[in-house]
Antibody
Framework: QVQLVQSGAEVRKPGASVKVSCKASGYTLRGYFMHWVRQAPGQGPEWMGWINPNGDAPKYAQKFQGRVTMTRDTSISTAYMELHNLRSDDTAVYYC?????????????WGQGALVTVSS | DIQMTQSPSSLSASVGDRVTITCRASQTISSYLNWYQQQPGKAPKLLIYTTSSLHSGVPSRFSGSGSGTDFTLTISGLQPEDFATYYCQQSSSTPWTFGQGTKVEIK
């Protein structure tokens, strides 16, 4: 069965970076897009971007351009999202989510989420 | 960016009720509309994709309809496990965007 298991909660100071991992099982990373979505406390989800099946053409929401890096390591079936220059309003739960990437696009499986807290 | 507006923001209903949630896009999105259910403290779960297709394992009491800019999620016969927050999401163009959510509470 498809599973996405994310790394644990992190606490960072403003200006620091954080790297969240997402280990996939039950399918191959190469066959699917992997997205990152975040959700601030009490808010709706917010799309951050994706890494394509080939892993060579990430696409980021303009809001995060220049501050986010999405990568993957197919040898260990793990995707990563690194966010730099953290601010207090980056405090959120960060989710990875799989997308079949066919003509129709959607998030069919989600990780359990990783809480990132940014506080001085 | 395409704005997604859900209504209502919250509703109270009883077990067995028929519940309808609407989602309006700020521009046409064809059928690129998906619905998710989120329980407190959990990740969202896919219910409906491409407007009306039921995701594997989702009960048939959930259904979706619409096209263009106006979409609907219907729950026919609300069950105790359906009390949650529901989000619509468009995948017509980046950035993919979500509605603000509709919280379904017990009356």
């Amino acid at each position: 069965q498809v599973q996405l298991v994310q790394s644990g909660a992190e606490v960072r100071k403003p200006g620091a970076s954080v790297k969240v991992s997402c280990k996939a099982s039950g399918y191959t990373l190469r066959g699917y897009f992997m997205h990152w979505v975040r959700q601030a406390p009490g808010q709706g989800p917010e799309w951050m971007g994706w890494i394509n099946p080939n892993g060579d053409a990430p696409k980021y929401a303009q809001k995060f351009q220049g501050r986010v890096t999405m990568t993957r390591d197919t040898s260990i079936s793990t995707a990563y999202m690194e966010l730099h220059n953290l601010r207090s309003d980056d405090t959120a739960v960060y989710y990875c989510a799989r997308d079949p990437g066919t003509i129709w696009r959607y998030f069919d499986y989600w990780g359990q989420g990783a809480l990132v807290t940014v506080s001085s | 960016d395409i704005q997604m507006t859900q209504s209502p923001s919250s509703l109270s209903a009883s077990v067995g009720d028929r519940v309808t949630i609407t989602c309006r896009a700020s521009q046409t999105i064809s059928s690129y509309l998906n619905w998710y259910q989120q329980q407190p403290g959990k990740a969202p779960k896919l219910l409906i994709y491409t407007t009306s297709s039921l995701h594997s394992g989702v009960p048939s009491r959930f259904s979706g309809s619409g096209s263009g800019t106006d979409f609907t999620l219907t729950i026919s016969g609300l069950q105790p496990e359906d009390f949650a927050t529901y989000y619509c999401q468009q995948s017509s163009s980046t950035p993919w965007t979500f509605g603000q959510g509709t919280k379904v509470e017990i009356k």
